[in-house]
């Protein structure tokens, strides 16, 4: 029993930084609306403006009350005003976004600010970090521990008396429910709602400023790390409930430890350690109760930017060609009166033909080039490319066409990789046919993701696959089966008899044919009766259901389809890297991942190869940039994510129907700037029906 103390107490420490983490998350999700995914970078630049303060010669309390009460609430009023006030309401994968990218971007801007990191090991806010001053037992606690312990138990019987018995507690809860209806009552909801980003700010400015001395040196990925951590004790609380984060924080902080203090030494005792807030988000995720968002008055004002977007329609039950001109400019001319924009009219259609055309002339080009003039440098940039853009086109499939959320689509390509050099190294199989079955095993891994997560939708089964990509890096990548640990996997080039895929501009040529097969496989699947499925499973799963579909068979085998898909884009980039390590599939490219295809294009094959291209060809550019800005491409698409919310359909979407737009301006075909008719029929023309279209690239 004194063994278990000794194992225990040391972690309470550790539960009150989780619980700090949780506890943020919760103020956030339940006073503005919004689970911020960005918490942990607000801590890191925080605890990175301390650590610099305190290099210049600042005393602590000063440097504390800059970073804490000063740039905090300023980074928290910023994020408020500039985004997360204009998509309280949107959708899950609206609201994800934007945080993933802040999450990724932000650490990255405050570096550059910086320009190098502290020379200084991070000190402690209130007491000497190493000093002893008493003991649990036969545990002894440092001035570090007793500093977050203290801090955790005061901020959230703070937070409690103020949510509970102070009126701008209670305010902050009715905005949630109603900004109109808080109002009306001569309540400022804008106030009350930066009011609590300010307070969730100072805390996770806090939370950094505490939590800089348990690491050597500052790294973005360590807040990253304990952020998840932060997760599992918000979902322990239900997103809801303070004092129940504070507990789960505490017992995460407590059963670490232990299991550390019990297990033999190994890569499961080892792995499993970081891996627990898996198990805790798998167990008490499909009992969590999201808190639903929808404002009774919010039809009062027009509808936002991102959600706008997200806008319906009608479509032509047939396709009217030949001699129906007369009928097709009677339905041209009742979408038009509807929709001013012209967005879904016959003539819009007709008008998008030249414009694919235009498009599968420039990828002729550029295919034409990377045969003949491109350099070996930008040849290999363009294949990873293709590689990229096979993984993106698994995000098409599953998120795009099904509105499921995966955050761990880069392990299922990491193990596709793997599988495929394993494979070719000790069974001596062809790598073609290695590919093959890496990306059968990532379609059983997928099928093992989507089963306990069935019950699972928008932010939960984002936060139950992020946890998997997390057990995947510390558990099933570092074994010398799977990823090798940080050796790797050799994997080596394709061939095919005599013939031999080793020189570049023959392995671009099959990347090419890989890709094809696999974009075709997607239109199919979109165009067919499984892709209408998939339509119907995203706008609405209860509708699904009450038509017949088997929502649950469906989330496996797309889950499985999409995880097979991202591991063949896997097995095609290890193969042209000639090497896999962990590395290069870990969480943090997951997010990446779908930071970068959301905001090109998530819901079209063509926004997700021109996602892979672009997203390369970035690196590559600024690959010869100084270290100070090593992080830029991570601003540039975390900043990107702020016109996501504005262009949920993503780039090349809006990018082509403005070019439309404009020709169809030019040509006559119609014009934008009419005035809506006010004797619209109410119904569509004969051989019109009405039917939901969403837009391409939005989870509904």
């Known amino acids: 029993m004194s063994q278990l103390f000794n194992y225990a107490v040391p972690g309470i420490p550790f539960g009150c930084v989780f619980a700090l983490m949780g506890v943020g998350l919760v103020l956030t999700y339940k006073a503005a609306g919004v689970f911020n995914l960005a918490f942990g ?12 303060l305190v290099q210049d010669g600042w005393p602590r309390w000063a440097a504390g009350i800059i970073a804490i009460l000063g740039l905090g609430p300023l980074v928290g009023l910023v994020l408020d005003r500039l985004l997360f006030r204009r998509i309280r309401t949107a959708s899950p994968l609206v609201k994800l976004v934007p945080s993933l990218g802040l999450l990724i971007a932000l650490p990255q801007v405050a570096l550059i600010i910086a320009g190098s990191t502290p020379q200084i090991p991070p000190p402690a806010l209130f007491l000497d970090a190493q000093t002893v001053y008493f003991h649990l037992g036969s545990v002894p606690l440092s001035g570090l521990e007793l500093s977050i312990t203290v801090a955790t138990v005061l901020v959230v019987a703070a937070l409690v008396v103020l949510f509970r018995l102070t009126p701008v507690g209670l305010e902050m809860r009715a905005v949630v429910e109603s900004p109109r209806l808080t109002e009306l009552f001569g309540i400022n909801a804008g106030r009350v709602s930066a009011f609590a980003w300010v307070l969730s700010s100072c805390i996770a400015a806090l939370a950094g400023v505490l939590l800089a001395p348990l690491y050597s040196q500052l790294n973005p990925e360590d807040y990253t790390v304990l952020l ?24 995460l902080g407590v059963a670490q430890q232990i299991l550390a203090g019990y297990l033999p030494a190994g890569i499961i005792a080892t792995g499993l350690r970081p891996s627990l807030p898996f198990v805790v988000l798998l167990v008490f ?25 997200e806008a319906r329609g009608y479509r032509a039950a047939a396709t009217l060609t030949g001699d129906r001109g007369d009928e097709t400019v009677a339905v041209g001319l009742w979408h038009r009166t509807l929709h ?59 998120t795009g066409m099904s509105g499921q959320i995966s955050l761990c689509q880069a392990s299922f390509a990491g193990l596709g990789g793997f599988a495929a050099g394993q494979f070719a190294n000790h069974l001596d199989l062809s790598l073609l046919a290695g590919m093959v079955l890496g990306g059968a095993m990532a379609a059983v891994l997928g099928v093992v993701v989507a089963l306990p997560t069935l019950r699972l939708a928008g932010l939960p089964l984002a936060l139950a696959t992020l946890a998997f990509a997390l057990l995947a890096d510390n558990i099933l990548f570092p074994n010398g089966w799977v990823g090798n640990g940080a050796t790797g996997v050799l994997v080596p080039r394709p061939e095919i008899g005599p013939i031999s895929f080793n020189a570049s501009r023959s392995f671009f040529l099959l990347a090419l044919v890989v890709l094809a097969l696999v974009a075709g496989l997607v239109k199919l699947i979109g165009d067919g009766t499984m892709g209408r499925f998939l339509a119907a499973m995203r706008g609405s799963e209860v509708a699904a259901v009450s038509v017949g579909i088997d929502v649950h068979r469906l989330r496996v085998v797309v889950f499985a389809v999409s995880a097979g898909l991202a591991g063949v884009g896997g097995a095609l980039y290890g193969s042209l890297q000639g090497s896999l390590a962990p590395n290069d599939f870990n969480y943090q490219i997951s997010l990446v991942l779908l930071v970068v295809v959301a905001i090109v294009g998530l819901g079209s094959i063509s926004g997700a190869v021109v996602a892979g291209v672009v997203y390369t060809a970035l690196l590559k550019s600024l690959s010869t940039l100084p270290a100070r800005y090593a992080g830029l491409l991570a601003v540039l698409f975390g900043l990107a994510t702020l016109s996501y919310t504005r262009h949920p359909e993503g780039v090349v979407d809006y990018l082509g129907n403005r070019l439309v737009g404009l020709v169809g301006r030019l040509t006559g075909r119609w014009r934008d700037d009419l005035p809506p008719r006010t004797d619209a029929p109410a119904h569509p023309p004969t051989g019109v029906e009405r039917v939901p279209m969403a837009a391409d690239g939005v989870d509904r």
């Open 41 to 52: 970078a607000q801590a890191f630049v925080s605890g990175l403006a301390f650590v610099f």
């Open 228 to 251: 998840v951590w932060g997760i599992a004790a918000a979902v322990i609380g239900r997103f809801a409930s303070l004092p129940l984060a504070l507990v789960g924080g505490l017992g």
């Open 285 to 309: 995720l499909p009992f969590s109760r999201q808190r639903q968002l929808d404002d009774p008055l919010a039809d009062c004002d027009p509808p936002i930017a991102a959600l706008a977007g």
């Open 340 to 398: 001013p924009d012209g967005g879904t009219s016959i003539g819009r259609r007709l008008l998008q033909r030249p414009t694919a055309v235009l498009g599968w002339v420039v990828g002729g080009l550029a295919v034409l080039s990377a045969l003949t003039w491109v350099s070996p440098d930008w040849l290999l940039t363009m294949t990873q490319g293709i590689a990229f853009g096979i993984i993106f086109l698994s995000l098409t499939l599953l």
